[in-house]
T-cell receptor
Framework: KNEVEQSPQNLTAQEGEFITINCSYS?????LHWLQQHPGGGIVSLFM???GKKKHGRLIATINIQEKHSSLHITASHPRDSAVYIC???????????FGEGTQLTVNP | ETGVTQTPRHLVMGMTNKKSLKCEQH?????MYWYKQSAKKPLELMFV???????ENNSVPSRFSPECPNSSHLFLHLHTLQPEDSALYLC?????????????FGPGTRLTVL
């Protein structure tokens, strides 16, 4: 089973700050997912990446396959970025994703 | 309507009730998933359907019974639930039935069992 650890568990920032959320996993993977869950519960897929870096607006995701580590960065953070950010990796077999416990981000104005 | 929809959004039921959760996707995907999210816990996969066949059943109690009549619809039938089954139930879909396909999630059904 792939173990997924996210840090920090909770993060409070001021508007405009640069945010970094980290994810480590134990077993080599083909791709990693970053998801965003808003207070209402709905989940949005932000990135799926297998190497290097991806950027979408103010969000940047990086992955280091050798070190089994990924980071999600938010530049110029805004209160609307407040959400739970979840990292997910596939199991070695089957259709299953293993999810991290999530990082609760609160951005204050 | 586009994306993945779930109904109802909120459900309160007694332990002796029978209810069903519905999920519908308008994305042309072939795989659909049920997840359970309890408070302060990671998402737990319950069931996976690929081309209307159940391909994964993650040791879920029989009081949860899934049904996938076609690739666009997925149901979760509930009966004789326990209070610890109270959680957010999320449906998702993906193009094919295995990772690392991107999964698209519905808004969830917040279930409370009294």
């Amino acid at each position: 089973k792939n173990e997924v650890e996210q840090s920090p568990q909770n993060l409070t920032a001021q508007e405009g700050e640069f945010i970094t959320i980290n994810c480590s996993y134990s077993v080599g993977i083909s791709a990693l997912h970053w998801l965003q869950q808003h207070p209402g519960g709905g989940i949005v897929s932000l990135f799926m990446l297998s190497s290097g870096k991806k950027k979408h607006g103010r969000l940047i995701a990086t992955i280091n396959i050798q070190e089994k580590h990924s980071s999600l960065h938010i530049t110029a953070s805004h209160p609307r970025d407040s959400a739970v950010y979840i990292c997910a990796v596939p199991e070695t077999s089957g259709s299953r994703l293993t999810f991290g416990e999530g990082t609760q981000l609160t951005v204050n104005p | 309507e586009t994306g993945v929809t779930q109904t109802p959004r909120h459900l309160v039921m007694g332990m002796t009730n029978k209810k069903s959760l519905k999920c519908e996707q308008h994305l042309g995907h072939n795989a659909m998933y049920w997840y359970k999210q309890s408070a302060k816990k990671p998402l737990e996969l319950m069931f996976v359907y690929s081309l209307e066949e159940r391909v994964e059943n993650n040791s879920v109690p029989s009081r949860f019974s899934p049904e996938c009549p076609n690739s666009s619809h997925l149901f979760l039938h509930l009966h004789t639930l326990q209070p610890e089954d109270s959680a957010l139930y999320l449906c998702a879909s993906s193009l094919a039935g295995g990772p690392p396909d991107t999964q698209y999630f519905g808004p969830g059904t917040r279930l409370t069992v009294l």
